[in-house]
Every structure is written in structure tokens, then in C-alpha cells.
């Protein structure tokens, strides 16, 4: 085993260990999930794993689940979200979150109180091996979390944290079986070898991702998730150090569903949507507001 006194990551001592390392950041709403101070370093916390955060957070589902639902960035701002397709923009009001989707294209489903609107976006491999690496790394401190660090520390697990930091070929598995909500879970499994398979899938806010490590073809990270099946499932490949030139991106699509109202122009509300209305205009907008239970 390795020694204790290392960060999870990046095995060494050298890197400062000051700060907590979040499991899941904060402009995905966690404020006290996390690791204390010894377990990863400030250099990996800061750097590497601060960039996975950022290609989690962006991951177009998640970012305009996010967005839709009002949550706040580390300075308590509401955040937009833009995306091939149009754009999410949260308006906080006397009377609740208004949401301004722009150019999406939205359905009611009144028997239910539920709107559903498709995203487009373009992603490349790049992005979604980012992706992958960070449902990894939030699975394996979930481990240290849970079992303590000495569980992460073993050899068998040096495969794991070299993906993460610098990257491997492999599967982003994609599970869009379940609709939204608002929590956020993880959860592990370690498969005795060989190869030893270390396998995470996260669920953040109904946006459900897999990966593992090693990801041969043959293993698929969709076993990890209940209930995930090939005709709800979306497998994406990708490899640690894609061709830049060839790595353009394909269009990708999503079908999300939230809980809304629809918004009203009252005059009363007029000062606070404004310049929303002014920046993204008529055509293609659709005005809803978050249910008051979920506007707090």
C-alpha cells in the first residue's frame, strides 16, 4: 500500500494539502460534500481535477439542468447556459425563478405539469474523455470517503488514477432512462480481474453517466447503472490523445424534461425580465417558471 501521507491522485507529497476537495463542485449545488484536507493534494485539487470539474459541469444535459433549475455558481449568481441549439437564462424575481429558453424547441405536457424540450450541441472526443475522467475521479474519492483513504491507496488502483490524470482510451456510457430531479449521487464497484475493472457511475439531477478502467470493448459501463438498457443508453467513444485536426466534434441531441409553469407577462414582473426579453427577443423564446417548491 501506498503511503498515507501522499495525495490519491498523483502519489506525492510535494503539492500542498490545504485546501478540501469538493466530490461533486459547488455550482452543481454541493457545499459540504467533500474530502478533508490530506487526501488530494492543491496541485491536483487545482489544477487537473478543476478542469474535470469544468468538462462535468458543462456537459450540455448537465449544464442546462442546472441552469433550468436555478442553481448558483461559487459566487451565488445564477448562470446561463448558450448551446448550439438556443440557450437556458434564469431570472431570479420577487415571486420565483423565471426561465427563458431561446430557440429550443419546447412541448407542453399539461397532464403532468411538465415541459420537455430538445438540446443539440457538438462535442468532441477530447471533451468526453474529460467527462469520463471525472466520473472516475468522483467515484474513486467517493471511495476514500466512504472506506477511508488507506481503500484507495492500494497499487491496484495506480491504473485508475493515471487515467484520470492523464487521460486513456475508452467508453462515456450515457443513461437517459430517468427524468430530472434534484439530487446528486455516486456510486463505485471494483471487479476482481483480470483485468481488475474499476467502475463509476454518477446521477446528477437525472443526467446519468458511466465509466471504467480499464474500458476494453466488452465492458460496458452500462452495467454498472439498474435499470439501464442498450435502447435507453448511449455509448460514446473516445481516446486519451485524439487527432486535433480530425477531433471536430459531431452533433449530439438530447431529450430533457423538468417541471415548469408557464410564465406570465405581467406588468408587475416586467422590470425583472426586461433585459432578458431585450437580449434574446422574440422568436424562439418560451418564458417558464420553477415550481415554488423549487425555487428556494
Not at 448558483?72 to 440557450?87: H, Q
Not at 424540450?117 to 476514500?144: I, M, N, P, S, W
Not at 435507453?232 to 480530425?246: C, S
Request: aromatic content about 8%; glycine content about 10%.
Amino acid at each position: 500500500m501506498h503511503s498515507l501521507d501522499l495525495c490519491m491522485f498523483c502519489l506525492r507529497r510535494d503539492g500542498g494539502f490545504v485546501s478540501e476537495e469538493h466530490l461533486w463542485a459547488e455550482s452543481l449545488g454541493n457545499p459540504e460534500v467533500v474530502l478533508e484536507p490530506g487526501v488530494v493534494c492543491d496541485r491536483c485539487n487545482a489544477n487537473t481535477l478543476a478542469q474535470l470539474d469544468e468538462a462535468l459541469i458543462t456537459y450540455p444535459p448537465i449544464a442546462v439542468t442546472s441552469a433550468s433549475l436555478g442553481l448558483r455558481n461559487k459566487k451565488g449568481r445564477l448562470v446561463s447556459r448558450e448551446f448550439a441549439s438556443g440557450g437556458v437564462f434564469p431570472v431570479e424575481t420577487e415571486d420565483g425563478i423565471h426561465v427563458f429558453f431561446r430557440e429550443a424547441q419546447t412541448t407542453a405536457h399539461p397532464e403532468n405539469g411538465r415541459w420537455e424540450f430538445v438540446l443539440t450541441d457538438h462535442l468532441t472526443g477530447r471533451q468526453l474523455g474529460k467527462v469520463a475522467r471525472a466520473v472516475l475521479a468522483t467515484g474513486l474519492e467517493a471511495k476514500a470517503r466512504k472506506e477511508g483513504k488507506a481503500a484507495v491507496m492500494l497499487p491496484q488502483f495506480d491504473g485508475v488514477r493515471e487515467a484520470v490524470l492523464d487521460g486513456y482510451d475508452g467508453y462515456l456510457m450515457e443513461d437517459r432512462h430517468q427524468g430530472s430531479h434534484r439530487r446528486l449521487e455516486v456510486h463505485y464497484r471494483s471487479q476482481a480481474g483480470p483485468p481488475q475493472v474499476f467502475g463509476a457511475w454518477v446521477d446528477i439531477r437525472g443526467v446519468i453517466l458511466a465509466a471504467t478502467h480499464p474500458s476494453p470493448r466488452g465492458v460496458f459501463p452500462g452495467d454498472l447503472v439498474p435499470g439501464a438498457t442498450p435502447e435507453n443508453t448511449f455509448v460514446h467513444e473516445f481516446t486519451a490523445t485524439p487527432d486535433r485536426k480530425k477531433d471536430r466534434g459531431k452533433p449530439f441531441t438530447w431529450n430533457i424534461t423538468m417541471d415548469y409553469r408557464e410564465g406570465s407577462d405581467r406588468e408587475g414582473q416586467r422590470r425583472h425580465i426586461s433585459d432578458v426579453e431585450k437580449s434574446l427577443g422574440k422568436r424562439g423564446r418560451r418564458h417558464l417558471i420553477l415550481p415554488d417548491d423549487e425555487s428556494a
